[in-house]
Each structure stands twice: as C-alpha cells, then as structure tokens.
C-alpha cells in the first residue's frame, strides 16, 4: 500500500509500506448480524409437533438440522468439530437451535445418530437411530434414484448397496462398515495434511487427474504415514502425496467395504471429507467396478 509521505527536510517523498493483511482474514474480524429470534409457535401448556431435529454426533463433528414438521423446509443447520467434547458440543448447539429457532420441548422431536449419539439420546429426550438405519432412510427418501451410497467418515467409512427383493419388490440395503479401524477415514487424511501443512481451502482443492501417483498404503493410517515419509524424503511434492493419499482410500474402501458386491448406479458421496475434498471422489470414477452383463442397471452416460 502506498502513500505515505515524509516531510521532514521540508521535502516530501512518497514510501511504499506493504500490510500483510489477508482481505478474508480482515472480513472475518468484522461483527456478523445476529439472527433474529423466534418465539415457540406453540404456547406454553400446549402440545404440538412443529419442528423435526436431527442430530448426529460423530467421532469429530457434530452436525445438526431442524426441519418444518409441516412443510419439510430445513430452516436451521450447523456443522462443528467437537475436539473430542461431545457433549459440550450438543449442548452449545440446542441451546443456539432454542434461541434462534424457538424450539421447545412441546413444540419438536429430536432424532440422534453417529457413534456418541446413544449415550447422549436418554439426556436430552431424542430417539437414538442407528446410523446406518439413518442414512438409508433419508437416502430412500431424498435420492430415490440411488443404488449405492458411499460415505467416509471422521473415523470410520460405510458403503451400502441397495438391491430389489424380487419377491416382494422392495429395496432391501446390503451395508458394510468399517467402525473398527481409522484406516481409510477421515482421521488418515485430517493426520497426513497436518504433517504436509496444507491450508484448508487449498486442499479442498486439491487437484487428482494429470498428477503423477506413488504407492501408499491405505489399510492402515501407520503404513500410509510412513509411506509418506518416505517419499517426502524423495522430495515428492505435497500434491502428489495428497492425491496418492485419495487414490489410496479410495481403493481400500472399494476393495473392502464391498465384500463382492458391485457398486450399482446411481453411486452417492456422502460426509464431510467426500464433500470437502472433492477430489478424493474424482479416483472413483476410474475405479469403480462396472457391471457385467447380467446387471440390471446401466450406468448413465455424463
């Protein structure tokens, strides 16, 4: 930034003075408005069901949303790590989800999925689901068109496959989940970003096609951080780990969680780390197993 001015020695001379100010950090300082509240739709001594709460605390993040029970309209939403404070982390987020949308015990139904939900469900009056179960039902009912659902997690990764019962006709899932291991999760790329130092809007970013791929294991988050260190020796650049890192998970969990069985179109991407860091998603579209002849479903063209 310039125009700065000296007058001393009655002359004046113009110096360039540079302010190491990022605008998206000086937007960030800046007092954001604060929602306006609501009142509870349903006066105190009454009982109605005007709101549906969803929560689903996980092993690093706990996510939640309030929908309108008469409408269907999502009308509130977060996203948080917890930093291991579950608890702490669902009681900051009712006592917001009260304060700005009115909600109260006569007036919603709290509904708690994720791996710290069944301990937390009796505390707080929600009805426990179990993820699985949760992740069917509102696939089955907001993508309809789905066969086959992907979802990596902060510390554990599912797939599940729906497939016709031919004699009743229904979908009936095939799930498979990896909950017993952190390889090939969330936690294994959260570890090795952390030791490559990549900004965070950097490596959502982050490129996959036309970069050069080296061998890492993704069984294992040990193996795959010392097949990182070994090749940072090697002064591989931080974007080739990455993206070998993606190519990595994503051939684990294809060879794993499937068990046999063939992803059938259409293929849905679900949690934080598939949706953030969409290039880990683009090494499926070169791995997926394609059906064979005897396969209902086709694969769509685009």
Known sequence: MSGNHDHSNGCCTSKSIKLDVKLGELV???????????????????????????????????????VDAATDQMIWSDYQRHETKQPEKVLEFLNRMQAETGIAPNNCRIFITG???????PL??????????????????????????????????KIIVFKEDEASGRKKKIPSMNDKC?????????????????????LCQQGYHGIKLHPVAGKCGVFAETDINGLQKQAVPPDQLMASLFDAIVLQNLSVLTRGHTLRPHVLLLA???????????????????????????????
């Open 28 to 66: 960030a300082t800046l007092p954001r408005p604060k929602p306006k509240p609501r009142s509870n739709p349903v006066p105190l001594g009454e009982t109605k069901l005007a709101y549906y709460v969803g929560l689903d605390v996980g092993s690093t993040t706990v996510k939640s949303v309030i």
């Open 115 to 121: 791996s710290g939900g069944s301990n937390i469900a």
């Open 124 to 157: 707080v009056g929600a009805k426990f689901v179990q993820e699985v179960t949760a992740v069917s039902l509102a696939v089955e009912k907001m993508h309809p068109e789905v066969n086959s659902v992907i979802e990596l997690g902060g510390q554990d990764a």
């Open 182 to 202: 952190a390889g090939g999760t969330g936690a294994v790329i959260d570890k090795i970003n952390a030791k490559l130092k990549i900004p965070a809007d950097e």
């Open 272 to 302: 934080d780390r598939t949706v953030s860091l969409r290039e880990c998603a683009k090494p499926g579209s070169t791995t997926f197993p394609r059906p064979g002849k005897s396969a209902k479903s086709k694969f769509p063209r685009e």
